[in-house]
């Protein structure tokens, strides 16, 4: 084999090593400095995997619907993390994802507020509201669903007796309830038995 040919053979395989995305020269993964991570791009402040992003906070502490108490009690439990659960997307049949927020206490992160906020003309209007504790709300499968754990006298937070999980649907004005399940939970010495149910679903 020549020289010429020697160096052309080596031309070809450093053009394959740098068009290869695995084992060539371009396979930068584990070589990425620190410096390099940082200065990566960030999604922007008003996105949130895909979905527009709000101050949830600020929209609470805004909100007119909401009690005085709620707001009062609405501070960071560490530095500023505030005790707040949002969650986006479509329960209201709107285009633009609708977003429920959970307000939490600090202490026990037992939910003291649910919202459903839908937006309307740019704003974002206070369509739903529960201010009894415990509450927590979601969304399934296009519907409202709200758990309210149920306490006895005495009972600790931990070992509630049972629960109510309450489904509601868009009727394209506002909320009806739909469905209403109630749960007994078997009562065990320490509390950690299975939950016995006793559905009463709503007529």
């Not at 006895?152 to 506002?174: C, F, H, M, Q």
Request: charged share 25%; aromatic share 8%.
């Amino acid at each position: 084999m020549s020289a010429g040919t020697v160096v052309l053979a080596g031309s070809v395989l450093f053009m394959v090593a740098c068009s290869s995305g695995g084992a060539g020269l371009k396979d930068e993964g584990p070589a990425r400095s620190e410096a390099a991570v940082k200065a990566a791009p960030t999604p922007g402040p008003t996105r949130t995997g895909g979905f527009r992003r709000v101050d949830a906070v600020a929209l609470v502490k805004a909100d007119p619907k909401v009690s005085s108490e709620v707001k009062r009690d609405l501070k960071p439990c560490v530095g500023k993390e505030y005790p707040v659960d949002v969650t986006y997307g479509k329960v209201t049949g709107n285009t633009v994802e609708d977003v429920i927020v959970n307000v939490l206490s600090c202490a026990d992160a037992v939910g003291v507020g649910s919202y459903v906020y839908r937006s309307n003309g740019g704003r974002y209007e206070n369509v739903f509201a529960d201010e009894q504790p415990p509450v927590y709300a979601e969304i399934d499968r296009g519907d409202l669903v709200l758990t309210k754990p149920v306490y006895g006298k005495s009972e600790a937070l931990a070992y509630p007796s049972g629960e109510d999980v309450i489904t509601y649907r868009w009727n394209g004005d506002r909320f009806n309830e739909l469905d209403r399940v109630h749960t007994e939970y078997s009562n065990t010495a320490d509390g950690g038995g299975q939950p016995a149910p006793a559905v009463t679903p709503k007529n």
